[in-house]
C-alpha cells in the first residue's frame, strides 16, 4: 500500500498542472474530438439511447463505428453518468494514468520478481514520467496504453507455467481474464495500442521456445486473442466497415508516412509538454531510470534482460521510421502493421522496456554486489550516450560550427532544444544517479546498510526526477468552460429565441468560421482554413447541425464533396467552407453561417478588430498556396480568372511578408502587384482605355519582414511594422521562442468592372518578397443577409439555401412536413405532384434503410454524398432508419464471446469447487502386506 500511495502522489504531481480543477490538457484531439464525443456519449446515455450515429458533423457520420469515439468501451460509462462533463473527462484522465502505473508495478513484481523498490522505480519510469501523462491531451491513447502492462501480466500469467515448469493451474479462468482485458483495451480508442500490446505479448512468449510446454503457451495466447477479438467485435466490425469507408481506407503510402513525427536520440532529453507527447517525437523516461537501465543492461546474459533490450532495441529502431532499416519493411509486409503509421509511437514500446530495464537495473543494485569495474562500464555508457545525443543536436539544429555548439552548451545558453533549468535538471539528476551507482560499488557499502540506504536514494532520485522534470515542461491547460462557451451559447439561442431565423431548427444546416481568432491560444488551424472554419466539434457539445468536422476518420464522399466545394483542397482530418460562394454550400443546405468578420485581422473600418455587422462580407480566396517572388524582378502570375469570373469586385485583400531583414526606409516600394481586367476606369493622369493598374506594397505601410522582432532582424530595420495578418510563435536555434507575421494589404478595385489577372514582383534585389494569400471580396448581391447572433457573434443567412430536405423533378409546388428528426432515425411526410425523388442532404452510407408508406426502398446516393429515394405522386410517409448489418453481425460475435467466457468461467469455477472437495471416505481399512510385529 506504501508503494501505491507513492505512485498515487507522483501521478497527482504529474497531472495536476494539466487537469486540476478547472483545467484541462490543451490539445486538438482533446478540445476539438475527446471532449465534445464525450458530451454527445454523455447525452445520449442520459436519454437511454446508445449514439450509433452523429448527426452534426459533415453532413452526418458513423459514430459509434468510430474508435476514437469509445461508444463501447465500458468503464467510461460510470463517470459520464455520474459527473458533469469536464470532471467526467479529469476522472477518466486521472484513472487511467493510475491503472498505468498500478499494472506496471504489479507486472515488475509478479511477472518478473521486482522487489518493491525496484518496482516502484519501473512502474514510476514508464507511468509517470512526462510522456504518458503528456498523452492525458489525446486520451484515447492513453486509455489504450494504459492496458498495456495489465495484458502482459494477465498473458504471463495465463502462458507460463507454474513454478518447475509445471502445467498452469486454472489455465481457463486466467485465458477469460487476458481475453476480457484484451477486449477492453480494443474498446479503448486506439486499435493500434491492442495490436502492439499483443505483438509485445506474442514476442514475450516466443522466448520461451527452448522451454516446455511453448507450443501450449502459443496456443493460450492465440485463444485469448482470438476470444478478446469476439468481445470487441461490436466495434471492430462497424469499424472496419467504417475504416473502408473513410479517406483511409488506403493507408498512407510509405513516403507520407516519411514526413512524420519519429523517435532519435534527441527524444530522450526533450520532455513532453503535457498535450500529446508522441506526436513531437518527445519521450524522456528520467535520468535516473535511464542510468539504472544501463546498469540493467551489464547483466545482458540474462533471459530476462535480454529479451526486454531487444524489445527496447527493436522498438527504438521501428521508431526511428524510415530513418531506420526495419520501419519501411514491416509496413510493407507485416499484416495489420500500417494501423502503426505514426513510427513515434513506437516509443510506447520502447518506455516500457526501458523501464522493464530500469527496474532490473534497480534490482541488481539492490541484490547482488556491485563492482567498481561495472560502475565504471555503465559510467562510461552514459558518457558516450551524452555525446551521441550532442552529435545529433548539432545536425538537427543545423548549426555550422561544432565548437559553436560547444561553446553554447558550455555557457548553458538554453534555447529552443532544452531550456537553461532543463539542461541543469539532466546534468544534475544524471551525474547524482552516476553517483550513487558507483557509490554501490565502494567498499564503505557493506557497513551502511546497503539495501536501506541504496533504495532510499533511488527511489528520491527517482520521484524528484520525474516531478521537477514535468514542472519544467510547463504542460499547457485551458479552462474548458469559458473555452466552451460560445458553442453553449450559441445553442442556447438556435434553440430559444433564434431571432432573425424563421426556419425550423430540424431544417437548419450551420456553419462557420473561427470561434477565437488568432489572438486564442488555438493558433494552429490549418492556415488554407482560416477564412472560414469554426472549431467544428463544438457542434456535438452545444447539440446543432454543423457542416463542417474535425475527425481522424472522415467519410470519403464527405472528403470529395469538400473537395470540390473548396477548390480541391482537403486535410486529412477536417472537413471545411472555404468558399461560401459556391452552390455546392447550397446543395448541402447551409443556411446559417455564423461568423465574425471575413477574417480575424485588424481592419482599418472598425477600431475594435474587426468589419461592422452592416459592412460583413463573404471573401474569396483566389491563390490556393503561398508564392515566392524571385529576386530578379520577374513577374509571377498569382491568379488568373477562369470561365466563371467574380463579378464586380470591390477589393483584394493581399497576405504578404518580406524575406529578409533590410534597412529599408519607411514606406519604399517592396512588392507590385500588376492588376489587370476590363471595364477599367481611368482615374486622372491615367491613360483612357486602359486595361491594368499597379499596385504597390511599400515597407512598413503594406508588408514587413516576416521575424520583424527577432533580435538579428530588428537591429537592421529601419522601417516601421505593417498591418499583422496573422502571427505565429516559433523557435530556432539560434533566436530562441519569437513571432513571425504575415501582413494585411487592402488594393481597391472599384475601377474595375471584372478583375482577370494578378500578377506580382519584388522590387528590392536580393530581398525576397512571398504573397500568402489573395482573397476577392465581392459587392453584395442579395444573397447574404443578416442572420442570428451568438454572444455578440453576428451570423449571416444565405437566402439560396436549399431546405434539407428538397423534391428533385417535382415541379415547383411541393411540400415536406418534418416528423422526427432523430439521429437514428428521420420521417418526412412529402406532398408531391409528380414522381420524383426525395433528396435528404445527409450523408449516403451503408446501414441507412428507408420505407414510404411502410413499404421499403432502395436508398440512392444523390451527388456523391447525399441519401435519395423516389417517390410517387401524392402525400407519403418517408421514413429514414439507420440499421447497419455490420453492427449486427459485430453484436453478434461479441455475444458468442460473452457465451464463450461465461463457459471458461463456469468451467474453472467447478473446477474449483472440485478441487476444494474433501476426498470421499472408504468403508474397509486397507489390507496391509507381509509379517506383522514390531520388526515389520
Known sequence: MVAIGGLVALAAWQLWPAAGPGRLPQNLDLMLQYVPNAAYVQRSLAGARLPLWNPYLGAGMPFAADPGAGVWYLPNWAPLLALPLEGAVRVILWGHLLWAALGMYLYLRAALGAAPAAAWIGAAAFSLTTWLPGLAGMPVVLTAVSWLPWLLLLGDRATQGEA?????????????????????????????????????????????????????????????????????????????????????????????????????????????????????????????????????LTS??????????????????????????????????????????????????????????????????????????????????????????????????????????????????????????????????????????????????????PRGWLAGALLSLTAFDLGLAQRQASPPAFDPVSWYAPARDAAGVLYGARSGVDVPLPEQRLAGMQWHGTAHFLSDFPRTANPALLPPNLALLAGVRDAQAYNPLLLRRAVDYFARLNHGRTDDHWLWIEDFRSPLVDALGVQLILSGAPYRWQSRESTSGGVPPDRWRLAQPLLPAGVALTTDGAETLLWRAGPESPPQPWRLYVVSYLGEATALPQGAPAIELQLDGTGYTAGPGETAGATSRTATLRA?????????????????????????????????????????????????????????????????????????????????DGRFTSGVHTSGVPGTFNNKARPRASLAGAGPTWGITWLDDRPERVALRVQAPRPGTLVLADSYYPGWTATVDNVPVPVSVVDGLFRGVPVGAGSHDVVFVYRPVSLRIGAGLTFAGLLATGAAGATAAASQALARAPAPKTSSAPTRKGPKGPGA
Open 164 to 296: 518447475g515448469g509445471e502445467p498452469a493451474r486454472r489455465p481457463a479462468a486466467r485465458l477469460t481474464a487476458l481475453a476480457l482485458a484484451g477486449a477492453l483495451q480494443a474498446l479503448a480508442g486506439w486499435p493500434a495500442g491492442a495490436y502492439l500490446s499483443w505483438l509485445v505479448l506474442g514476442l514475450l512468449v516466443f522466448r520461451r521456445r527452448w522451454e516446455r510446454r511453448t507450443t501450449v503457451g502459443l496456443l493460450y495466447l492465440g485463444v485469448a486473442a482470438g476470444t478478446a477479438a469476439l468481445l470487441a467485435g461490436v466495434l471492430l466490425v462497424p469499424a472496419a466497415e467504417f475504416v473502408w469507408e473513410t479517406n483511409y481506407a488506403e493507408t498512407r503510402p510509405l513516403g507520407r508516412v516519411d514526413a512524420e513525427g519519429y523517435l532519435t536520440l534527441l527524444s530522450w532529453l526533450r520532455p513532453a509538454g503535457g498535450s500529446g507527447s508522441l506526436e513531437s517525437s518527445q519521450l524522456y523516461l528520467g535520468m535516473t531510470p535511464l542510468i539504472l537501465a544501463l546498469v540493467g
Open 300 to 449: 545482458l546474459r540474462r533471459r530476462n534482460v535480454a529479451i526486454f533490450a531487444l524489445l527496447a532495441l527493436l522498438a527504438l529502431l521501428l521508431a526511428a521510421g524510415t530513418h531506420g532499416p526495419l520501419f519501411a519493411p514491416l509496413y510493407r509486409w507485416l499484416p495489420g502493421f500500417r494501423i502503426v503509421y505514426l513510427p513515434a509511437r513506437l516509443g510506447i514500446v520502447a518506455a516500457f522496456a526501458l523501464a522493464t530495464l530500469a527496474a532490473l537495473g534497480a534490482q541488481r543494485l539492490l541484490a547482488e554486489a556491485w563492482s567498481p569495474r561495472q560502475a565504471a562500464g555503465v559510467a562510461a555508457l552514459a558518457g558516450a550516450a551524452g555525446l551521441l545525443v550532442l552529435g545529433q543536436f548539432w545536425h538537427s539544429e543545423g548549426y555550422d560550427d561544432f565548437r559553436r555548439l560547444l561553446t553554447n552548451v558550455g555557457r548553458l545558453a538554453g534555447g529552443p532544444f532544452l531550456t537553461r533549468e532543463q539542461e541543469l535538471h539532466y546534468l544534475l539528476f544524471g551525474l547524482l544517479a552516476l553517483g550513487v551507482v558507483v557509490g554501490a560499488a565502494l567498499p564503505l557499502r557493506a557497513s551502511l546498510a
Open 700 to 780: 512598413g505601410v503594406e508588408t514587413a519582414e516576416w521575424a520583424y522582432e527577432r533580435p538579428d532582424v530588428r537591429g537592421k530595420v529601419r522601417h516601421q511594422q505593417a498591418p499583422v495578418a496573422q502571427e505565429t510563435r516559433l523557435s530556432g536555434a539560434v533566436s530562441g521562442t519569437y513571432t513571425v507575421f504575415e501582413y494585411l494589404a487592402t488594393v481597391d478595385l472599384e475601377a474595375f468592372r471584372e478583375l482577370r489577372e494578378v500578377r506580382a514582383r519584388a522590387l528590392v534585389p536580393g530581398v525576397p518578397g512571398y504573397i500568402q494569400g489573395l482573397y476577392l471580396e465581392p459587392v453584395s
